[in-house]
């Protein structure tokens, strides 16, 4: 099994909405990650936490808050990227609000130098 990183976009305004969301409207929310979640079953090898407050670390050292969106992340295992992917159509995320999207990379093995 090869093991895939899911990386979760959404716009700023998404992210603010969460923020002023009531306990039912987040746990209503939630409760389409977990029907997500166990629809894919033991192909979730960690099902992530929410990412807020990026920051990039450039080359002199220097960091500046970041632009890139990122909401989140999970980690899936799977044979290939055609069945990783085919974990994701259905996930919650896409439909969450406009300008929501997915990444997934494969994670792939380092063997360390000698």
């Excluded at 746990?27 to 033991?42: C, L």
């Excluded at 407050?53 to 050292?61: E, K, M, Q, S, T």
Aim: hydrophobic share 35%; net charge negative.
């Amino acid at each position: 099994m090869n093991k895939y990183m899911v990386i979760y976009h959404a716009p700023a305004e998404a992210m603010a909405k969460m923020g002023t969301a009531s306990q039912e409207e987040k746990e209503a929310g939630m409760k389409a990650w977990y029907d997500w979640k166990n629809s894919v079953g033991d192909a979730v090898t960690d099902f992530g936490n929410p990412l807020v407050g990026g920051v990039r670390v450039l080359p002199d050292g220097s960091t500046q808050q970041s632009t890139k969106e990122v909401a989140g992340y999970s980690i899936l295992q799977a044979e290939n990227m055609d069945e990783a992917q085919s974990f994701l159509k259905s996930h919650p995320h896409l439909a969450w609000s406009d300008g929501c999207d997915i990444e997934i990379y494969e994670c792939v093995e380092m063997d360390e130098p000698e």
